[in-house]
């Protein structure tokens, strides 16, 4: 009878220590969508003096459409005002107004670099494209040239710019800039640059822009050795049409956390041949703890907390112990670089907590990453997502 209820405790006992437990972890899964901008800002365009000398206003409205976590493409019109100057027979300026509509690639670096994550409050994205620039009204540009052209033609001895030279002979079509435009005109514009969003609600952005942009030398009515250059700085608001992403729950089988195993060595240690033995036992402890993080997240869940401060504890206890972590990626999910950095920040991330909050010294613990190595502990990706801790 005795015996029968001793393997009966026994099963029980082993069957606990198989099962495995049940957890919750939720993922954040992209979701392509629209987008609007509006924008205003200033424009330098690039001219004789100091940087800062044209400044002139500047205003963009763009729809774009984000295809997934790193690429998007978009559509702006960018528009207002140019501004030129000369310094000859007297400084002069002049402006005159453009429209611009431009097609850009849209690469979002934040999320290229440290995996998709709709919950950071900062957002960079490279852009770059081209388009055209309608410019018009560019009539003080012509007053001031037709003004400069008839002074030099009224005084033929007038130094020529050229040395030893005089403007004794002035072809008709003669003008001063030398690239002086009327009515409209259209060029071809190519343009990169970089933006900086802030996510205010998760619809909701505010961001800041920086554009270079350039043009055939003929755009600022001058002739020139280079092409023509304006820059754009704009602040303004971008709002997300439709869900930016979908929260998914799923519940996942998670290992019953290791017993700790003890293991008695007894060493005989004898002196004489006629003394009594004396036994003396080395007792080696050791603790495994398996923390997991979301997709493309090195974050530690509020559910994983308990663990990692289970393994501090056992530190504390056991001053002689040390812990290798070892972080892994799912392989299924991401490139192989990224996969990598991943896993190293996820066992570095732990490393951290250890440190900085439980005071366990970097001495004690061995940081390592496997990445998306072919040897993966878990069977179901999902659970491959984990800072493997051992402890001993």
Same mark, same amino acid.
């Given at each position: 009878?005795?015996?029968?209820?001793?393997? $009966?405790?026994?099963?029980?006992?082993?069957?606990?220590?198989?099962?495995?437990?049940?957890?919750?972890?939720?993922?954040?899964?992209?979701?392509?969508?629209?987008?609007?901008?509006?924008?205003?800002?200033?424009?330098?365009?690039?001219?004789? =003096?100091?940087?800062?000398?044209?400044?002139?206003?500047?205003?963009?409205?763009?729809?774009?459409?984000?295809?997934?976590?790193?690429?998007?493409?978009?559509?702006?019109?960018?528009?207002?005002?140019?501004?030129?100057?000369?310094?000859?027979?007297?400084?002069?300026?002049?402006?005159?107004?453009?429209?611009?509509?431009?097609?850009?690639?849209?690469?979002?670096?934040?999320?290229?670099?440290?995996?998709?994550?709709?919950?950071?409050?900062?957002?960079? @994205?490279?852009?770059?494209?081209?388009?055209? @620039?309608?410019?018009?009204?560019?009539?003080?540009?012509?007053?001031?040239?037709?003004?400069?052209?008839?002074?030099?033609?009224?005084?033929?001895?007038?130094?020529?710019?050229?040395?030893?030279?005089?403007?004794?002979?002035?072809?008709?079509?003669?003008?001063?800039?030398?690239?002086?435009?009327?009515?409209?005109?259209?060029?071809?514009?190519?343009?990169?640059?970089?933006?900086?969003?802030?996510?205010?609600?998760?619809?909701? %952005?505010?961001? $800041?822009?920086?554009?270079?942009?350039?043009?055939?030398?003929?755009?600022?009515?001058?002739?020139?050795?280079?092409?023509?250059?304006?820059?754009?700085?704009?602040?303004?608001?971008?709002?997300?049409?439709?869900?930016?992403?979908?929260?998914?729950?799923?519940?996942?089988?998670?290992?019953?956390?290791?017993?700790?195993?003890?293991?008695?060595?007894?060493?005989?240690?004898?002196?004489?041949?006629? %003394?009594?033995?004396?036994?003396?036992?080395?007792?080696?402890?050791?603790?495994?703890?398996?923390?997991?993080?979301?997709?493309? @997240?090195?974050?530690?869940?509020?559910?994983?907390?308990?663990?990692?401060?289970?393994?501090?504890?056992?530190?504390?206890?056991?001053?002689?112990?040390?812990?290798?972590?070892?972080?892994?990626?799912?392989?299924?999910? =991401?490139?192989?670089?990224?996969?990598?950095?991943?896993?190293?920040?996820?066992?570095?991330?732990?490393?951290?907590?250890?440190?900085?909050?439980?005071?366990?010294?970097?001495?004690?613990?061995?940081?390592?990453?496997? =990445?998306?190595?072919?040897?993966?502990?878990?069977?179901?990706?999902?659970?491959?997502?984990?800072?493997?801790?051992?402890?001993?």
């Amino acid at each position: 009878m005795k015996l029968n209820k001793i393997l $009966l405790t026994a099963s029980l006992l082993l069957g606990g220590l198989c099962a495995n437990a049940q957890e919750t972890v939720t993922e954040y899964v992209f979701q392509p969508h629209w987008y609007g901008q509006a924008q205003i800002g200033l424009q330098e365009t690039l001219g004789e =003096g100091a940087f800062g000398k044209l400044l002139a206003p500047n205003a963009q409205l763009a729809a774009g459409y984000k295809f997934n976590p790193y690429i998007g493409a978009r559509l702006a019109v960018n528009a207002w005002q140019s501004k030129g100057t000369l310094n000859f027979m007297g400084n002069h300026k002049w402006k005159w107004n453009y429209v611009a509509p431009t097609v850009d690639a849209v690469v979002d670096l934040t999320n290229l670099i440290g995996g998709y994550n709709p919950n950071r409050l900062v957002e960079v @994205n490279l852009l770059a494209g081209v388009g055209i @620039n309608i410019g018009f009204h560019n009539k003080e540009a012509n007053a001031i040239n037709n003004e400069l052209t008839a002074a030099i033609k009224a005084q033929p001895n007038l130094p020529d710019p050229v040395p030893g030279g005089y403007y004794n002979s002035i072809p008709a079509n003669y003008n001063v800039l030398g690239n002086i435009w009327d009515g409209t005109k259209t060029r071809f514009v190519g343009q990169v640059g970089v933006d900086v969003n802030f996510n205010v609600t998760e619809q909701l %952005q505010v961001g $800041l822009e920086l554009m270079a942009n350039s043009l055939s030398d003929n755009y600022n009515s001058k002739v020139g050795s280079n092409a023509d250059w304006y820059f754009n700085a704009l602040v303004g608001v971008k709002y997300a049409f439709g869900p930016k992403y979908e929260t998914r729950t799923r519940t996942i089988e998670v290992p019953a956390p290791e017993p700790v195993i003890v293991e008695k060595v007894v060493e005989k240690i004898v002196e004489v041949p006629v %003394q009594v033995e004396k036994p003396v036992v080395k007792e080696e402890v050791s603790m495994r703890r398996d923390i997991f993080f979301t997709i493309s @997240n090195s974050t530690i869940a509020k559910s994983e907390q308990a663990k990692v401060q289970q393994i501090a504890d056992f530190l504390k206890e056991n001053p002689e112990a040390k812990v290798v972590i070892t972080g892994y990626a799912d392989k299924g999910t =991401g490139t192989m670089a990224i996969n990598l950095r991943l896993s190293k920040q996820r066992a570095q991330t732990v490393a951290n907590e250890l440190q900085k909050k439980y005071g366990i010294p970097a001495s004690r613990m061995e940081v390592k990453s496997m =990445g998306e190595s072919e040897y993966q502990p878990y069977p179901d990706p999902v659970q491959n997502r984990v800072a493997i801790c051992i402890a001993k």
